[in-house]
């Protein structure tokens, strides 16, 4: 019997997938190894379909989660996925699994956290499931839509194309250390805790940013999101593309609020290249692409290159990016 | 704090509902209370979406699941829910938390199960979530296609409507006691012993029965599929659709395999109304709207009335039809 440590976690996928993948057909357009899967509904027209677990005691922890919470991330980190096939969320299921320790009440403010999540992106939640289990598991499905010809992959860098990220990195695992340690917010200052924090219990998903490219006609060529950290990303990018990239440690965008937290025991740039958490959005496009783009939008870290996937640190050292973020086997 | 228990499935579900569709809007054509929710992609064509999870030791117990009969009815029950709306089944997303005590072997039969499955119905798994749980959890979401002309809800049966089932009732709970007492082959005899344990472990979806209508232009007024027992999904389909029902205990589909199964302490009769697990369909129609149908295809039961949903017992008596079908929180 072989142990799902010694497989590890791509290993796993790739064995399942060929499993339930025997032939693929029409109308699914792509399947297993993206963000989310996507079928052919009318001439133009895809839907896209995600889901994501959560479960008490592996991705969250009622010792600084509350119900609310909990329901906010579970439904953020979904529609963070749909965006990270340039969609537009539209509904989501939810299957809930709950211990016997978790009341009605508990209950409710778990469903408002999953509501607050769902309708600040004008997502209906639609149906779903409830049951016992040993600890809470919150299982989201969500359904998008988009033009066939909007969808983006990972697949699509091409060399010299541009390496951009939103927002800013690394601030949602500095949260969750924040929350682990017990660190007090006199500690890093009250205006960072709050900060980091946030970013790690109600992130927001970056469905802003696929709209605004929708405005502009704006198509990046390779999507992502940046559930697992940067560099880990960036290797799922280079490696569905067939390329290298080359980023720079000086252009990693880092929030004030990380830069404050000097006292945490990992520096703000290990933060940004391998925390976790952050769901912003990693992209590729070429300049001629991005010409019309709110520069304000987006930072632009690396360019894509033919082989390799390399880091400049600052000191001007060139070092192999190591991907280190988060397996869901190996880390547990 | 209100436990759960106290508020039961139905009141738990109608609060959590009021939560998250504070105002329904389109797209979504139905939501929370029918088998699966509705939402439309295109003039005439709608999707359907359900989602079902299955977790260790409350839906199954690997005494006596294996993992692939496990996986197997993980998707049996979903693709039953679309089967359940009159609509055809497309794909299958599966988010799976999984033990440590799970081997990569066990993984495999569980896929192995979930493809033949849904591979059966020409369903394509596209897609899902792997990660840790304490016990084996099983989010298993399917997504169908239908005419907007085609669905069938619960709320359509009307006063005169005739009451059928599909293929027959009680076999699988009463496969499930034979399980859980560990009675054995020569008690009940083999034949008998091994129909009545598949119809628990590997339940067919009755999608043919979707099939068979569609090209006989036949539509059911309200439609359900039996996963709590008959007299729960008939309580469910008069409280929808605000009327009663007549069905005559006579006319109860027993199979040869139930009725052979007579050391079992519960009778036939019993299985068939409150056994839950079958997966047969439930649904009301119009005796003009039947008339070209299979007459192979199902049993007419009963009939649709104005109030009081009774039974007419074999010794002429008639009683109330009292739903005891699975609550998955008062039973538990």
């Known amino acids: 019997m072989s142990s799902i440590e010694q497989a590890g976690e791509f290993n796993l996928i790739h064995r399942l997938t060929s499993i339930s993948s025997p032939n693929v057909k029409l109308p699914i357009i792509t399947g297993i190894g993206d963000d989310a899967a996507i079928y052919r509904t009318g001439n133009d027209r895809v839907q896209v379909v995600t889901t994501d677990a959560l479960i008490e005691g592996y991705h969250f922890d009622f010792a600084f989660y509350s119900m609310e919470d909990a329901g906010y991330k579970a439904m953020a980190v979904n529609l963070s996925d749909i ?17 016997r320790s978790v009341s009605m009440e508990n209950l409710e403010a778990l469903y408002q956290g999953l509501t607050v999540g769902a309708s600040a992106h004008g997502v209906q939640i639609a149906g779903g499931d409830t049951t016992r289990a040993p600890v809470l598991m919150l299982t989201v499905t969500v359904i998008g839509e988009a033009k066939a010809s909007e969808i983006v992959y990972r697949n699509g860098a091409r060399t010299g194309d541009m390496i951009c990220v939103s927002g800013t990195l690394g601030g949602a695992s500095a949260g969750l250390d924040i929350l682990r340690h017990g660190i007090k917010p006199e500690a890093v200052g009250s205006t960072a805790w709050n900060l980091l924090v946030a970013r790690h219990l ?31 990303e960036l290797h799922h990018i280079c ?20 830069r404050a937290a000097v006292i945490l025991e990992r520096g703000s740039v290990d933060y940004a290249l391998n925390g976790g958490d952050d769901y912003e959005l990693l992209f590729t496009a070429s300049e001629q692409a991005l010409k019309n783009a709110n520069p304000a ?15 400049h640190r600052t000191d001007g050292s060139l070092e192999p990016l190591v991907p280190a973020g988060h397996d869901h086997f190996s880390a547990i």
Chains 1, 2 share one sequence.
């Open 202 to 232: 109600r992130p927001t998903p970056r469905l802003d940013l696929v709209k605004e490219w929708a405005s502009q006609g704006i198509r990046p060529s390779a999507l992502i999101d940046i559930s697992d950290g940067l560099a880990n």
């Open 297 to 311: 939008s987006f930072t632009t870290i690396g360019t894509i290159t033919e082989k390799d996937i390399l880091l």
């Open 239 to 258: 490696a569905a593309s067939g390329c290298g990239a080359t980023i720079w440690e000086s252009r990693l965008p880092l929030s004030e609020a990380l």
């Open 83 to 99: 965006a990270a096939m340039n969609a537009h969320p539209i509904l989501a299921t939810i299957a809930l699994g709950v211990p």
